[in-house]
């Protein structure tokens, strides 16, 4: 004990250096606060403002910018719960997430899993599958025009099959159309997560794979028992990011396509909100609906992070 | 080439691999999938309105260039091109100087904020851009910036800061703790610290986020299109306008638009290909 004391320094000096040391502390957090201060404005300014105001406006009775604004809580809520467009626009978007969802995960993850084991042709396999999520949703659309069209590729191939009687107006039938929109999220999505699978898989260790080689395992077996509970963290990021991109992007297809029709069986919860703010000028009521699709968003995104992280245990 | 190579022939060599096979016909079924629609789209930019239809797949007889030059007297290709260009580089140059100096403080700095701050910036991620989009157009209105490219370069660099920052921070943390030692003894101040010794080390990582950038900015549709009027149309607006403008559906009009509109991103992915895939997969992960 002694002998410690004697090597302590002596009380003035002691507090001079915590004085000292908290100095160098707080400039660093100044220094800090300068360098990330103009992308936190932006940040600020530009995403956390207007979701703020989302809240704000949706308490409004608003119909234009020249128009008055008036405060008219709760009944943008009350309208929300008796309008009879937004059970159909729920039921549009879960068939839309289930579909865009399922349809995309199971060959994904195949897909990826091939890619990963490096067979000849994997590079330009990887090229191709990646190449529709480079395409806008603007020529995506226009794409897919051509071949859903009356006269498009798809009623001339099924012509030319002999399967006349399958064809039809794609994006003009009410049993069709839906569908018609969901096949092209499907058809850019399963590439796009493939190549992202791809390189995920591309981080298991290879001694995994070998040691269950060994035991006389094939890749079918390795795909399942191996591969995939060490791929549910990421299944679970996959899952996210589709389910974020159908919920609000998906509706620039909805726009460029078919406007919610034929009658509105292609109207999604994402292009009511959209509709109802630029088509009818309904700003309040539009905020309201947005915040409904936000709330759905933080919810199921809270409810897969937590079924990803209990199923990785 | 590598462990997993002689893994896989000393496999091959055993037996035919169904899986394998399987693989195979899976991926080449997709592949042709996804190049049907694609070459289905070049060739009809070349073609009349009656040869699209009656014979979709066929090779175009002669290489008409008609339907480019009507597509831009249409709807003024070449200037929306140039209005989109603009934009991008307006972007991408505010987005770096925002964001470069943000991501050294928060993967070099040591200071409880850094988390924080972070944390703030991924919550990016998680809105939907539907949400904000009534909001901002009534803040770009009330700032009378409607109608102007203007407000697609202050914009979009809000929309990039998210992944941007993932990416470089992300970057930077690799890099040993020496690199500002050496310069603090030199008695080097912050900024000149980012400016003379991060920015030029941190260039591959500044092309990814560039590049990943470029193709977002020059894809967007959406804020454009309720942010943009006739006059200041974006690629992205000219393109979906071929289709409205018109009563029935010339097809080959909007195939000249869509191939146009497509080629600047195709020639930064054949370049950038692997960059731009494992910055997309670092920004998904960190998500």
């Known amino acids: 004990m002694a002998a410690a004391n004697q090597a302590m320094p ?10 000292y040391h908290r100095r160098i502390v707080h400039r660093r957090q100044i220094t800090f606060f300068w360098l990330v201060f103009p992308a936190l404005l932006w940040f600020l300014a530009f995403m956390l403002w207007p979701l703020l105001n989302m809240f704000y406006i949706s308490t409004t009775h608003w119909d234009g910018l020249a128009l008055p604004q008036v405060s008219n809580f709760p009944d943008n809520f009350i309208r929300l719960y008796h309008d009879p467009n937004i059970p159909i626009a729920l039921r ?43 395409i806008s949703v603007a020529a995506l659309a226009m794409i897919f025009l051509g071949l859903y069209r009356p006269a498009g590729v798809l009623n001339s191939f099924l012509n030319t099959v002999g399967l006349s009687s399958l064809t039809r107006v794609w994006l003009g039938d009410q049993s069709t159309a839906l569908g018609a929109l969901i096949a092209i999220d499907i ?11 791809f390189a995920a898989l591309t981080n298991i260790p290879e001694e995994l794979y070998e040691a269950a080689m060994l035991d006389g395992a094939g890749y079918w077996t390795i795909m399942w028992k191996i591969a995939f509970p060490l791929m549910l963290d990421f299944f679970g990021v996959v899952v996210i990011l589709q389910f974020l991109y159908i919920l609000s992007g998906a509706a620039q297809i909805v726009i460029l396509l078919t406007n ?31 915040i409904v699709l936000f709330i759905i968003g933080i919810l199921v995104i809270l409810l897969i992070r937590r079924i990803s992280s209990r199923l990785s245990y | 080439m590598s462990i997993r190579d002689s893994r896989i022939t000393q496999k091959a060599r055993n ?24 070459y289905f789209v070049v060739i009809s930019a070349f073609k009349n309105n009656s040869q699209i239809i009656t014979t979709p797949l066929a090779l175009p007889s002669a290489f008409d260039f008609n339907k480019f030059l009507q597509a831009q007297a249409n709807v003024n290709l070449l200037r929306a091109m140039l209005i ?19 991501a050294y403080a928060i993967a070099r700095m040591q200071t409880r904020l850094a988390a924080f701050t972070e944390a703030v910036f991924s919550l990016g991620f998680l809105i939907p851009s539907l949400a904000i989009l009534m909001p901002v157009y009534l803040m770009t209105a009330k700032a009378g910036l409607l109608y102007h490219p203007i407000a697609l370069v202050i914009l979009y660099p809000a929309f990039s800061l998210p992944l941007s920052l993932v990416l470089l921070t992300s970057f930077m943390r690799k890099l040993p703790r020496e690199l500002e030692e050496s310069a ?12 003379y010794i991060f920015f030029p080390i941190c260039m591959p990582g500044i092309i990814t986020v560039l590049v990943l950038n470029f193709i977002n900015i020059w894809n967007e549709y959406l804020f454009a299109l309720i942010l943009m009027d006739s006059n200041n149309r974006t690629i992205q607006l000219a393109l979906a306008l071929l289709r409205a ?32 895939v494992s910055g997309m997969f670092t920004g998904a992960i960190k998500e």
């Open chain 2, 15 to 38: 037996s035919p691999d169904g899986f394998v096979i399987g693989g195979y016909l899976f991926s080449i079924l997709y592949a042709f999938l996804i190049i049907i629609p694609l």
């Open chain 1, 10 to 19: 002596a009380d003035h000096e002691v507090y001079s250096n915590v004085v």
């Open chain 2, 84 to 102: 989109s260009v603009a934009v991008a580089i307006g972007a991408e140059i505010l987005t770096l100087v925002l964001v470069f100096p943000a």
């Open chain 1, 260 to 290: 919610g029709g034929p009658g509105s069986a292609t109207l999604t919860l994402g292009y009511y909100l959209y509709s109802q703010a630029f088509l009818i000028q309904r700003l309040g009521y539009s905020q309201a609906i947005a």
């Open chain 2, 184 to 195: 603090v003894m030199d008695g080097g101040n912050v900024l000149q610290i980012i400016f």
């Open chain 1, 92 to 134: 549009n978007t879960g068939i839309h997430l289930l579909f865009g969802i399922l349809g995309v995960l199971p060959f994904a993850f195949m897909l990826g899993f091939f890619l990963s084991l490096h067979k000849p042709g994997y590079r330009i396999l990887r090229t191709i599958f990646f190449s529709p999520s480079l």
């Open chain 2, 245 to 276: 403008n018109q009563r029935t559906v010339d097809y080959g009009l909007i195939a000249a638009g869509v191939l146009i509109s497509m080629v600047p991103v195709f020639i930064v992915f054949i370049f950038f290909q692997d960059r731009i």
């Open chain 1, 187 to 197: 058809w850019s999505g399963i590439g796009f997560y493939s190549v992202l699978f």
